[in-house]
């Protein structure tokens, strides 16, 4: 297993890009609130990318869906990620502005809206999922796994940082930080279409 999967995850969860989400939804929280709400975050999108892990292969052969038909589906939705990474905004930002202050209104909002759909959303998942399939061992699908927790770090990292991070990069600084994660992930989401394309058509390898 080497760093491509996590490069592309970085790239998809991008926590530099959900600052801002974070500080505006824990503008009114006390210091333990908000340390509290980090925790529960960072520990979900672990939870997410390793239920998807060991697991999401599983789900897929429940429902009869082939991994390659996946592939190229979930190439085409890291690619609309890309580009909306492209604009500035972040990968899995899918919420309308209703939903957002709905889910602002609950008792926790680290699980909706910041960790699903902002932080792990519908690509996130996908990708996780097309790179268990090529896990060929226990200690390589351990290895995906463990990229969760790098990704739950740098969340942890990143929101804890928040205000620092936002002072300094500044809505310029972070918005060129999500174009260049953008680019990388358009590369990637053309691999994976790819890969996905010639196993259901073997004739395009030739």
Known sequence: MDLKPLVTLLALVNPLAIVPFFIHYTQDFTREQRHRTIWIASFSSFVVIATCALMGLHILEFFGISLASFQVG???????SAL????????????????????AARASIAVVPL?????????????????????KTFWQLGTLV?????????????????????????????????????????????????????????????
């Open 146 to 206: 463990g990229y969760g927790v790098v990704i739950a770090l740098a969340t942890a990292l990143c929101f804890s940082l928040a205000n620092p991070i936002a002072r300094g990069l500044g809505k310029t600084g972070i918005n060129v930080m999500t174009r260049l994660m953008g680019l990388i992930l358009a590369a990637l989401s053309v691999e994976v279409m790819a890969d996905g394309l010639i196993k259901l058509f073997p004739i395009l390898a030739k």
């Open 74 to 80: 979930g190439g085409m939705l890291l690619l609309t």
């Open 84 to 103: 909306a990474m492209l604009n500035a905004q972040p990968a899995e930002a899918k919420s309308n502005e209703e939903e957002m202050h709905d889910a």
């Open 115 to 135: 960790t699903i759909p902002l932080l792990t959303g519908p690509a996130t998942m996908s990708t996780v999922v097309i790179y268990a399939d090529k896990a």
